[in-house]
């Protein structure tokens, strides 16, 4: 069985990560995406908010499994057997940040942990989860940013707040 794991923050889930998961998911036989737990960051949404984001997105992919993890990368790929991580890459400004990521995943994980890249879709290669959360924040248009149920919880959040 091929399994990767596709770790993120996904706050929110956009259209660029699931295009990354459903082309990752036909290269993979299971597929996990992995929302990271970071107690650090201001999220918009709670873990169980974006794994139910993530677990409605991807209902129609049979191989995907979604879950959520703390702590560093590496540990989760271990104590899971998981020696594939895959990551989108947007444009070359990712390109530095995702080669440290890869590249101390490998040195940490004793080299059991390879990163994979996918190029993103052009037509998402502009978008990024806070980008969508600013174009929300100041009342902008964010339907072709992200699924309609997701695009609703973004407004309804800056409701309450
Ligand atoms: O969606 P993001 O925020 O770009 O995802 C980043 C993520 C979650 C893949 C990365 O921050 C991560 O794996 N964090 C877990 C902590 C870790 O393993 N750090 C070591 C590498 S610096």
């Known amino acids: ?34 929302v990271l737990n970071n107690n650090q960051k201001n999220p918009l949404f709670s873990v169980d908010e974006r794994v139910k984001i993530l677990k409605r997105a991807t209902e129609g992919l049979p191989n995907v499994q979604v879950d959520s993890f703390s702590g560093l ?14 990551r989108g890459l947007r444009a070359v400004t990712d390109f530095e940040y ?10 940490l ?35 072709k940013t992200v699924p309609d149920y997701v695009a609703d919880m973004i407004h309804e959040k800056y409701k309450q707040n």
């Open 1 to 34: 069985m091929k399994r990767a794991v596709y770790p993120g923050s996904f706050d929110p889930m956009t259209l660029g990560h699931l295009d990354i998961i459903k082309r990752a998911s036909e290269m993979f036989d299971i597929l996990i995406v992995a």
């Open 73 to 86: 990368l590496c540990d989760y790929a271990y104590k899971n057997d998981l020696h594939v991580a895959v």
């Open 98 to 107: 995702e080669l440290q990521l890869a590249q101390t995943n490998r040195v």
């Open 109 to 143: 994980s004793g080299g059991k942990l390879d990163t994979i890249f996918l190029s993103t879709s052009l037509e998402y290669s502009y978008l990024s989860s806070s980008g969508v959360k600013e174009i929300a924040y100041f009342g902008g248009d964010i339907s």
